[in-house]
């Protein structure tokens, strides 16, 4: 029998805001994460890609479980982890971690560096205070950094030393699973290119896994085997990465593509999106592209499109995907 995925999340919802401000009226909630299912097996990378507010940071935060799931399930190593207090969901995720977005405002501008990853080993529990330094010591080795570091504050750090920092943070934690938050936004392209080649090896020397979110196609493209495209909240497509650069299939991954020139030479796209996305408290019924997509139909308000296994692989939530597949017709003489 396979082995359980490591991560699997099923119809997971996140609602954020929807509060009562005294004496004004009540804000609709957003639905930032919108019914969500992926599994991420052990060792790989999936990509989760989409503009930005399409829910990639709260769909990080709620598998991490610093922000409460509103339904669905998570299951981490084939053992439910969700549907817990708070606490209890960071206690039963602590194999999770993650390196969030703004690497300086991850780091308290006050404390070294060394400092802050102390703290990181002090909250989980390790008591020993050599144990502590030796620990401490092992992790700015393994990404890269001077043990000088250690004294040093945020402010005196570079932006890739500032990465390389918060990565260590985490990573002191000896997680299996990180969500990688926008880990190269910032960053100018020598540096990607080291930190990207510095997160590789950790993943094969410290056997890790990771959800690596971005906005940038060309780095997802080099880093991750699949790929899940995000779009208010919801998954529109999910594949691997080598099918969705050859034949995207979602009017809206086609349209990433497209606003991407160079990544796909070979692959030709018309324009299949036009306009703003909706604001995210007002998302259209049934597919919410359909107001901005040029194949749209009336049968695309219908319903909210399921994830539909493509025989070329992967998934994609289009009703339209067939036909917009098929090659035209020939025209009637
Ligand atoms: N505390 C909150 N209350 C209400 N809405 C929120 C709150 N935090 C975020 N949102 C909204 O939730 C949606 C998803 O936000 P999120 O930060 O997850 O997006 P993102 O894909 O990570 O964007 P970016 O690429 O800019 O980082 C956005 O519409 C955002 O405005
Ligand atoms: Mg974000």
């Not at 396979?2 to 996140?14: D, F, G, K």
């Not at 936004?185 to 959800?211: K, M, N, P």
């Not at 997802?220 to 919801?234: D, F, P, S, T, W």
Request: proline share 7%; aromatic share 4%; glycine share 10%.
């Amino acid at each position: 029998m396979p082995e359980a995925p490591l991560l699997e999340v099923e119809a997971l919802r996140t609602l954020l805001g929807g509060e009562r401000p005294f004496l004004r009226a009540p804000r609709p909630p957003v639905r930032a994460v919108d019914g969500v299912s992926f599994t991420v097996r052990g060792g790989e990378i999936l990509g989760v890609v989409g503009e930005s507010g399409c829910g990639k940071s709260t769909l990080g935060r709620t598998i991490l479980g610093i922000q409460r799931e509103s339904a669905g399930v998570i299951r981490l190593d084939g053992r439910v982890v969700s549907g817990l207090a708070p606490r209890t969901a960071r206690q039963a995720r602590r194999d999770i971690q993650y390196v969030h977005q703004d690497a300086g405002a991850a780091l308290d501008p006050w404390w070294s560096a060394g400092r802050s990853i102390e703290e990181a080993l002090v909250v989980s529990g390790v008591a020993s205070g050599s144990e502590r330094a030796a620990r401490i010591d092992r992790v700015l080795t393994a990404v890269g950094l001077d043990l000088g570091v250690k004294h040093r504050y945020p402010h005196e750090l570079s932006g890739g030393q500032l990465r390389r920092v918060t990565l260590a943070r985490v990573l002191v934690l000896a997680p299996r699973l990180v969500i990688l938050d926008e880990p190269t936004s910032g960053l100018d392209l020598s540096v990607q290119a080291t930190v990207l080649r510095l997160l590789r090896d950790l993943l094969r020397d410290l056997g890790l896994t990771y959800v690596f979110i971005s906005h940038d196609l060309s780095v997802v493209r080099q880093m991750c085997a699949r790929v899940a495209i995000m779009y208010l909240g919801r998954i529109v497509e999910l594949a691997d990465t080598a099918r969705i650069f050859a034949a995207p299939a979602h009017p809206y991954t086609r349209a990433l593509l497209a606003a991407a020139p160079g990544l796909t030479p070979g692959v030709k796209l018309a324009t299949t999106v036009a306009g703003e996305p909706p604001t995210p408290t007002a998302v259209p019924s049934g597919c919410a592209l359909r107001t901005r997509c040029v194949h749209a139909r009336e049968i695309c308000a219908a319903a909210v499109p399921a994830l539909e296994s493509m025989e070329a692989g992967g998934a994609v939530a289009c009703v339209r995907w067939r036909e917009l597949a098929a090659p035209a017709a020939p025209a009637p003489r």
